[in-house]
């Protein structure tokens, strides 16, 4: 419902289908206040190495199993200068995303 806030924070695995880290290497934060039942106005941090990925008040569009494409348009550290998407895909039929980080630097 409009107004709603959502807020999720995850341990994330970095790597690929075919590799991954073995442990945790990767954390996220998410904070969103609905602003339709279809859309939400969103924040969000992806720390990797000690560097971030943000959305800052980012609109996203809300599928049936969760968020669908966030737009990021700041990062510190190594992710300084880059833009980009990040998708998630829920995996099976667990509590388990993947996400898609596809970047772009200027």
């Known amino acids: 419902m409009a107004g709603d806030h959502v807020d999720g924070t995850d341990l994330l695995y970095v790597g690929n289908h075919t590799h991954?880290?073995?442990?945790?290497?990767?954390?996220d934060h998410i904070a969103c206040v609905l602003t339709s039942s279809t859309a939400a106005t969103c924040n969000a941090q992806i720390a990797i190495g000690g560097s971030l990925l943000l959305a800052n008040d980012v609109t996203v569009n809300l599928t049936p199993t969760g968020l669908g494409?966030?737009?990021?348009n700041a990062g510190t550290g190594r992710y300084k200068t880059a833009t980009g998407m990040v998708t998630t895909t829920p995996v099976g039929n667990s509590n388990n995303s993947d996400f898609t980080i596809t970047l772009t630097t200027t």
């Open 69 to 72: 494409a966030v737009q990021l």
């Open 20 to 27: 991954h880290a073995s442990s945790y290497s990767a954390s």
